[in-house]
């Protein structure tokens, strides 16, 4: 016999069915048993009346949580059942894989313990329905992202992550022995989307790995996470990057509302909204002035730059004067930003760049780069890198190379903003930091 998926039964009414999947609970009445059963698509109550068949009755007894089990039965209506009104009449049952007993913790249970005890029980923490709900949201906003690419005309690169240099600077760099020589791994695909540029390309995005040697322990900081990045030729400026992304997330939010929206209002208690455009935009200059007037103090050393408590301040007056969730934050001085950033032709000391900050959060680093060889070079001096190390880089701009610009979204980050999970932790298959790296 053929499998029935659960969310497929409806359709099946008093025919004897195959269902698979995972024991959630067991109820052990004195005349009666009751399996809740689960598989990916939902959760179906199985009944057996004991008396119909005392040996299984005694073997059913004995079957633990989560185990793993083969059943066949009878698909009947019935309304007081909780799931979904029906309920499999149970004919026979196959353990396919018992469950040792009790379980590290419950995942099924009401209380749950510390997300560091979870963590080292992934396996089972991913038992969780909300669990899934994440991962079918976070493939389907991947799908709704790619699908929005390719429509735009963008191809997809794999680029290296064992580099023989690093790709940005020297800090949060991770360093490991390679064939009796060094070799790093990849902090972004940044150089490598850009000689997608110079080879004419026009138009590349890469989803994958990326690795930071970052020692925090935040909540929103991972030391490997999946960076979303794409790259474009023939901009004028950053502006033309942000409008990209932000006609991108509202067709990603709509993809993902129209296809979960519902099971996330069940299951989270609140309606994705689709983000309406354009996103506010707010020059760096200007958010100096709305943190003043709102009375939020950077620490002396955020010179330039917003700190995570600036952001949230913003983001505030944002909502509360331009109901918005979603805004740039542009325009920052070339103090806090890499060499390669375009710099303003009327204000050298600002650079063609932005975060997308969303519901307090830094999801996206963004800008035009500098495509000039000269001008280039000249900035990567200034900023003290030594052109020994980058060469190899800077020699992508020396045959050519149009005007470009890209962006870098943390995909943890978006999960965590369109879902409301408070913790990135959550929102990776495995966690990795400073002090995990295991299972
Ligand atoms: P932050 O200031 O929050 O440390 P960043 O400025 O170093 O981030 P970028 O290097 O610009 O971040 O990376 C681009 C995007 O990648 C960020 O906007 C964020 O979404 C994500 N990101 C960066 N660092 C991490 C990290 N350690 N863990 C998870 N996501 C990250």
Redesign the pocket.
């Known amino acids: 016999m053929e499998r029935t998926l659960i969310a497929d039964l409806r359709g099946k009414l008093d025919q004897t069915v195959k269902v698979q999947g995972m024991l959630q609970t067991l109820r052990d009445q004195k005349k009666m048993q009751f399996i809740v059963l689960r598989d990916r698509t939902g959760l179906l109550q199985v009944a057996h009346w004991k008396a119909g068949n005392p040996e299984l009755a005694e073997q059913i007894s004995k079957i633990t949580t989560g185990s793993m089990l083969t059943v066949t039965g009878k698909v009947v209506a019935n309304e007081i059942v909780k799931l979904g009104g029906l309920e499999l009449q149970l004919e026979s049952l196959k353990v396919e894989s018992m469950a040792e007993s009790p379980l590290p913790f419950d995942p099924f249970g009401d209380t749950l313990p510390s997300i560091d005890f979870r963590l080292d029980w992934r396996y089972l923490d991913l038992r969780r329905d909300l669990n899934l709900l994440m991962f079918k949201v976070a493939t389907t906003a991947l799908h709704a992202m790619r699908q929005y690419w390719i429509d735009h005309g963008f191809v997809e690169i794999h680029s290296p992550k064992l580099l023989g240099a690093p790709s940005e600077s020297g800090a949060e760099l991770f360093e490991l022995e390679y064939f009796g020589t060094k070799a790093y791994l990849a902090q972004?695909p940044q150089f490598y989307k850009q000689m997608a540029m110079a080879a004419g390309f026009e138009r590349v995005f890469e989803t994958g790995p990326v690795f930071?040697a970052?020692p925090s322990f935040t909540s929103?900081?991972?030391?490997e996470?999946t960076?979303l990045d794409m790259e474009m030729s023939w901009v004028d400026s950053h502006e033309d990057v942000m409008a990209f992304e932000e006609a991108m997330l509202a067709y990603v939010y709509q993809q993902v509302k129209d296809k979960h929206g519902d099971e996330i209002k069940e299951r989270l208690g609140f309606e994705i909204e689709v983000p309406t455009l354009p996103f506010p935009r707010i020059p760096m200059s200007r958010a100096m002035e709305i943190l003043k007037e709102v009375g939020y103090q950077l620490p002396p050393e955020k010179k330039g730059d917003v700190d995570p408590g600036g952001e949230r301040a913003l983001a505030d007056y944002v909502k509360k004067n331009m109901n918005h969730d979603f805004f740039f934050l542009t325009d920052w001085p070339i103090s806090v930003r890499p060499f390669y950033h375009m710099r303003h032709p009327d204000n050298p000391g600002l650079t063609r760049s932005f975060?997308l900050i969303a519901s307090g959060l830094?999801?996206?680093?963004g800008a035009q780069r500098e495509h000039r060889y000269e001008v280039l070079a000249a900035q990567a001096t200034e900023k003290g890198l030594s052109h020994e190390l980058i060469q190899f880089y800077l020699d992508f701009f020396r045959y050519g190379c149009p005007p470009h610009g890209g962006l870098?979204?943390?995909l943890?980050?978006l999960l965590m903003v369109m879902l409301r999970i408070p913790n990135?932790r959550e929102t990776v298959f495995l966690f990795r930091g400073p002090n995990r790296l295991s299972p």
């Open positions: 972004s930071r970052d929103r900081h991972m030391t996470f960076s975060d830094e999801i996206t680093t870098a979204i943390g943890g980050r990135i």
